[in-house]
């Protein structure tokens, strides 16, 4: 796998805490649902980018968050997000494949799944009842699969590759939150980015919250907004996509 260069996201974790940090231990768990359009292309080794007739598709991630009142050492989040994709495309050029050619004419099948795991290191730079900026690392990681199905010269019709890939994406991480006193309402934006070499990755949402339930035992805040990822990945353990997808979530997150 390609050795990516982590310097910029690096650069991040040497962020120094410049607000006060949280005076107690704070939980946060949360699930969203995401509508996404998806559209892209994706290879194996040299060969070229295949564009695939992606379906419109749901996708859920969750979450958690620990936030602690420690110095200097960072608070954690941890995020998996579903990314199954399902396509389909009429050959207009020979494309190659986990050594198979498939046949210029043929319908080709696909399943993409670029499902993955954000290891998030970050810093309340500024927190209040108001604004709230937080800034980090996240290793975005890759344990995924890509499976191939139709004429292939070697295999014939129906003819089906596999390949797994893995690998680990960093990315700088940065959020904001503005609160509208006395409302529980809230408006955010999050996000993590790279642009290396050949390689780019943005993956952000931003929307509307609102807290219903605030008390001294639970906080619980619903939300709504757009959230977009593009993973143009170059030579990840072999593996090259240009992967959109963009569409809006609505989700539930509850604070311990």
Not at 173 to 195: C, I, N, Q
Not at 245 to 254: D, E, K, N, W, Y
Request: contains cysteine; aromatic residues 12%; negative net charge.
């Amino acid at each position: 796998m390609k050795k990516y260069c982590i310097a910029a996201a690096l650069s991040m974790a040497c962020l120094a805490p410049v607000a006060q940090a949280d005076t107690v231990l704070g939980l946060y768990v949360g699930v969203d649902g995401w509508k996404a359009d998806n559209d892209g292309s994706f290879s194996d080794n040299n060969n070229a980018l295949q564009n695939f007739n992606f379906e419109d598709e749901t996708f859920v991630s969750y979450y958690a968050a620990l936030e602690h009142p420690v110095p200097l050492v960072p608070n954690l989040k941890l995020k998996y997000t579903e990314l199954e994709l399902t396509g389909s495309t009429q050959l207009e050029d020979t494309f190659s494949f986990n050594g198979s050619d498939y046949i210029v004419g043929t319908d080709v099948n696909s399943v993409t799944d670029l499902s993955h795991i954000d290891y998030i290191l970050y810093y309340e730079i500024f927190d209040n009842d108001l604004i709230s900026i937080d800034l980090g690392i996240n290793a975005k990681q890759f344990d995924g699969e890509l499976v191939v199905t139709g004429t292939s010269q070697q295999g014939g019709a129906n003819f089906t590759e596999i390949e797994e890939f893995s690998g680990v994406v960093p990315l700088a991480y940065g959020r904001f939150e503005a609160g509208l006193p006395f409302s529980g309402l809230s408006v955010f934006a999050e996000g993590s980015f790279l642009a290396i070499d050949d390689s780019k990755v943005r993956d952000y949402q931003m929307g509307i919250a609102w807290e219903f339930i605030d008390n001294l035992a639970v906080d619980v805040a619903v939300k709504a907004g757009y959230r977009s990822m593009v993973l143009e990945l170059d030579d990840v353990d072999d593996i090259n996509t240009d992967i959109d997808a963009s569409g809006p979530f609505a989700g539930i997150q509850v604070h311990f």
